[in-house]
């Protein structure tokens, strides 16, 4: 990693990280199998397979569960120093609860984590990516309080069992998207009721991170070693226009969509950012409550979740515009209504297959510093950044996102300051792409999903990032990536 002064490309620090990410129910496959237990998506896509756009789930998905040589050499080939994979919580406990531990759960992340190991590449494992166990969906799920403590069991087993092994742990995956879209949206569960429930998961799972937190910092970190934190994801919310109401419109809205849960645990007074709490509060008792449908913690749980992390956990992929609502306030309860505001996209933004992700990359160097600015320099991870392009192994498009959005990465931190130690692209493979299905590609590998093997074929931008990951510098010869089929 030596250059001479002539060298004019732009190097990260020497101890910068690069690593893929993937999640479980997106590439595992074998739902069912060797006592993994019903998870919700499972349940939601064999109940519901229309609210998958081609009708497709994640049953066998790109069958990572059976080739765990084949994937770890993969990565391998990559050059990168780190893996951000998750746990499936009813694969090592089927019905969601402690008394009952699947072996050959323990036995496949085991595998995988020796084979990482073998390979140099360092684990970072998340607990909960969007899956948890049917059983406890079917007592409320994120929405019945007791769900922290399930979860605090089944953290304790995750440490119990792999602690020797994963010294980097990050507790949830995006908690707005999966109480936002779960509870509001249509994701698994699918229920429909934002403005109650997606708050209350919120509430439950702050409150479950905290726990889990406390538990690792008091009984793990010791004797264990490693760190611990969150992932959260944040797309930059950019005023639309200079006025004051759209400024003050787009602060409301980075409160609402990333200081819901960023404020409770980074920043330094703790609880949920003022403004959500003022104007969910007023507007509950516009429309006749006697309490506010934002719970309140109490000043323990406050100080139980403020300062739980070791890193921040932060996944970015696009930017929107805000401009200031006009709606009437109140008039059916949403996280929508509460925020009142309206988001949308340029559009001359360069699109790409999925209509929700513009490739903005100064909104990348934005939304760090914004995080700097808010929550003191926190040390973070980027745990996914990446782009959907369509089928074929020439995907130059990708190739530009992801060295865009690296330059975005590189000023904020050489020129803003902002803490960033390392940097995971979405994703390691294709995959099942929630309610998108197979139809949105994120992957720097394509996987053939007609071949009976699922066959995986490096793209152009796997070459790409493999350069960028050994050298830790973006290429010069750039355009090397961009045009040679090769
Ligand atoms: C992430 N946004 O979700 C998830 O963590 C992954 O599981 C998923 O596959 C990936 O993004 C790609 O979709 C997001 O609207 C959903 O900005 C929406 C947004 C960002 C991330």
């Keep these: 990693n030596r250059r001479n002064v002539l060298d004019s490309r732009i190097c990260f620090a020497d101890g910068f990280s690069f690593g893929v990410a ?50 770890v050499a993969l990565l391998r080939e990559l050059g990168i120093s780190f893996y951000r994979f998750s746990i499936a919580w009813s694969r090592i406990l089927p019905n969601g609860l402690s008394n009952y531990v699947n072996e050959d759960g323990i036995r496949y992340y085991k595998e995988l984590l020796a ?36 979860f605090v069991d089944y953290a304790r087993v995750l440490l119990d069992t792999f602690g020797d092994e994963v010294k980097i ?14 509870y509001g949206g249509i994701e698994a569960p699918g229920a ?63 409160q609402f969509y990333f200081g819901w849960f960023a404020h409770p645990i980074f920043s330094k007074s703790g609880d949920y950012p003022p403004i959500m709490r003022s104007m969910i509060d007023a507007n509950s008792k516009r429309q006749g409550f006697y309490h506010s449908r934002l719970p309140y913690f109490t000043p323990e749980e406050v100080k139980m979740i403020r300062g739980a992390y070791d890193f921040l956990g932060l996944n970015h992929y696009t930017t929107y515009l805000i ?40 909104g990348f160097r934005k939304a760090l510093n914004w995080v700097r600015l808010n929550y003191r320099n926190p040390k973070t991870l980027i745990t996914e950044n990446g782009v959907s ?6 995907d130059t498009k990708r190739v530009n996102y992801i060295d865009s959005y690296l330059r975005a990465l590189h000023t904020a931190i050489h020129q803003d300051g902002c803490l960033v130690v390392g940097y995971a692209y979405w994703s390691f493979l294709d995959n099942f792409e929630w309610t998108r299905g197979f139809s949105e590609r994120f992957g720097l590998f394509e996987v053939d999903y007609q071949s009976p093997n699922l066959t995986r074929t490096a793209r152009l931008s796997a070459k790409y990032y493999t350069n960028v990951a050994k050298t830790g510098c973006l290429p010069n010869n750039f355009a090397d990536y961009t045009y040679n089929t090769d």
């Design 169 to 182: 742990w990050l507790t949830f995956n995006e908690p707005y998207t999966f109480c936002e879209d779960g």
């Design 115 to 150: 084979e990482l190991r073998r390979n140099h590449i360092t684990p970072v494992v998340t607990m909960y990516h969007f899956d948890l166990p049917q059983s406890l969906q079917e007592l409320g799920g994120w929405t019945n309080p007791i769900m922290a403590e399930y």
């Design 192 to 254: 429909n009721s934002s403005g109650f429930e997606d708050y209350m998961c919120g509430h439950n799972v702050l409150r479950a991170h905290g726990m889990v937190y406390r538990m690792f910092d008091k009984e793990y970190r010791k004797k264990i070693g490693g760190h611990m934190g969150i992932t959260l994801d944040f797309s930059w919310l950019e005023p639309a226009t200079t006025s004051e109401e759209d400024q003050q419109a787009a602060e409301t809205a980075r």
């Design 22 to 71: 993937t999640a479980s129910y997106q590439i595992e496959g074998a739902w069912n199998v060797s006592g993994k237990g019903e998870g919700i998506w499972d349940r939601y896509t064999h109940a519901h397979p229309e609210i998958v756009v081609d009708r497709s789930n994640g049953d066998v998905a790109d069958g990572s569960y059976y080739k765990v040589k084949k994937d």
């Design 323 to 362: 401009k200031h609502g006009s709606r009437r306030l109140g008039v059916q309860p949403s996280f929508v209504d509460d925020m009142n505001v309206i988001k949308f996209q340029k559009d001359e933004w360069p699109k790409t297959n999925s209509s929700w992700l513009k490739v903005v990359p100064w």
């Design 389 to 394: 392009f369509e089928r074929g192994l020439r």
